[in-house]
T-cell receptor, first 113, second 113 residues
């Protein structure tokens, strides 16, 4: 049973546009929600993360929106650039574990020039 | 070297071979992880070591054998693998108490013939 559902599987956006990737979860014990960015041939790199006590976190062009009641969170990439083309993974950590991250299946983002 | 390094980057092996994957972290962290990344699937946590003790073993077949001789090094010993074990194997590290911030290496692309 997949505990973190990510959509869409792939996304094509024009340069300058807004990219939006969504994730939904069921486990209310999750207490940490990171997003990872992965380029081909590289490991995932932590991009931005949020805890459930805030509804939004912004770092540069990247924003996480968090809806605790709906058990959903999303990544918004403003002014998308070709260099943002990568695979993005959402994840969630249970408050009962120091270690275990549950990942979504990933979204392949392509930003066209 | 900085961050998390993995060797080899690519490995092709037969089903009867024995090989080992190596991971080294240069971040001063005290927890290390092995993940399996397959196409169209979420990252799968395989093993977690904290302070050189295994704290998580996610029902991984015994043909995968981890070893953590110290807090900076992690190995994954492979023997009698199956073709379905072909995947990208990622190592990660974190500092206990960091709330889930994991740092990944570039991975080893394993092909089992």
């Amino acid at each position: 049973q997949q505990q973190v559902k990510q959509s869409p599987q792939s996304l094509i956006v024009q340069k300058g546009g807004i990219s939006i990737i969504n994730c939904a979860y069921e486990n209310t014990a999750f207490d940490y929600f990171p997003w990872y960015q992965q380029f081909p041939g590289k490991g995932p790199a932590l991009l931005i993360a949020i805890r459930p006590d805030v509804s939004e976190k912004k770092e540069g062009r990247f924003t996480i929106s968090f809806n605790k009641s709906a058990k959903q969170f999303s990544l918004h990439i403003m002014d998308s650039q070709p260099g943002d083309s990568a695979t993005y993974f959402c994840a969630a950590k249970s408050g009962g574990s120091n270690y275990k991250l549950t990942f979504g299946k990933g979204t392949l983002l392509t930003v066209n020039p | 070297e900085t961050g998390v390094t993995q060797t080899p980057r690519h490995l092709v092996m037969g089903m009867t071979n024995k090989k080992s994957l190596k991971c080294e972290q240069h971040l001063g962290h005290n927890a290390m992880y092995w993940y399996k990344q397959s196409a169209k699937k979420p990252l799968e946590l395989m093993f977690v070591y904290s302070l050189e003790e295994r704290v998580e073993n996610n029902s991984v077949p015994s043909r995968f054998s981890p070893e953590c001789p110290n807090s900076s090094h992690l190995f994954l010993h492979l023997h009698t693998l199956q073709p379905e074990d072909s995947a990208l194997y990622l190592c990660a590290s974190s500092q206990e108490g960091s709330g889930g911030r994991q740092f990944f290496g570039p991975g080893t692309r394993l092909t089992v013939l």
